[in-house]
């Protein structure tokens, strides 16, 4: 089993920044995949950015070059710098974990003001 709990979401204007947080606990060893998806009220849940456990990454388009994923293997955590945020990328941000399932964050909510 692995936990994740998220942190750090909140109300930014537009061209503001934050940073996520989520910190993994439990069968770590066990990841494979980490990552961070959203969604927006009526939208499907959408994959925002991934790091693998040799610190490779992907980015959607839409946040490429603004978003940084990263990963602190000491402390079980890993982060979503967001930055030049725009009021598109309002929207529920769930951490995921990929090991032998699926594991998902309870969401943190993200909201940007124009």
């Known amino acids: 089993q692995v936990q994740l709990v998220e942190s750090g979401g909140g109300l930014v204007q537009a061209g503001g920044s934050l940073r996520l947080s989520c910190a993994a606990s439990?069968?770590?060893?066990?990841?494979?995949?980490m990552g961070w998806y959203r969604q927006a009220p009526e939208k499907q849940r959408e994959l925002v950015a991934q790091?693998?456990?040799?610190?490779?990454?992907y980015y959607a388009d839409a946040v490429k070059g603004r978003f940084t994923i990263s990963r602190d293997n000491a402390k079980n955590t890993m982060y979503l710098q967001m930055n030049s945020l725009k009021p598109e990328d309002t929207a529920v941000y769930y951490c995921?974990?990929?090991?032998?399932?699926?594991?998902w964050g309870q969401g943190t909510q993200v909201t940007v003001s124009s």
């Open positions: 995921h974990a990929l090991s032998l399932r699926n594991y």
């Open positions: 439990g069968s770590i060893r066990s990841i494979n995949l």
């Open positions: 790091i693998s456990g040799t610190s490779n990454t």
